[in-house]
């Protein structure tokens, strides 16, 4: 099933037409990434998985132990993000929080106005009733 066109590196120039299964389903060209077969091309059934090899030969040597290394360090890459995508997800919670405490701290400096305007209205009135004790203290 594979057909090539002309060019100098036969590789690159491939064609992949999908195969078909024994159940006669069309496959999809998938990519193995097994110890024994990495980076390995194969025709995949969405019923039955693995139907036939697209690649003739295996991968060997100094490549095999590319693709190998390649693969765990992709690995060990998607895991980070993954752990950054959580710690990001709690710069999103602190972003929350944060708008929260200043909410809190806005409604707190309100009462604050509002008990000192009521600390200086008491005052204000003891003045008041203190003056008008002297006054008919006087009398």
Partial sequence: ?????????????RIWDPLCCN????TTLAK???????????FKCVVHGFA?????QRPYGWQ????????DEIKVLK???K????????SISHEEEKK???SELMASNEREKMLRQIILLSWGGFIVVIAIILVMGKK
Avoid: H, I, Y
Wanted: glycine residues 8%; charged residues 25%.
């Fill in 52 to 56: 036939k090899w697209a690649d003739e």
């Fill in 64 to 71: 095999k132990v590319s693709l190998l290394e390649a693969r």
């Fill in 83 to 90: 752990v950054m995508n959580v710690s990001g997800s709690n």
């Fill in 32 to 42: 193995s990434w097994t110890n024994d077969n990495p980076g390995r091309r194969f």
């Fill in 100 to 102: 929260k405490l200043e």
């Fill in 1 to 13: 099933m594979l057909s090539q066109s002309s060019g100098s590196d036969a590789n690159s120039s």
């Fill in 23 to 26: 159940c006669g389903r069309t």
């Fill in 79 to 81: 895991e980070s993000l």
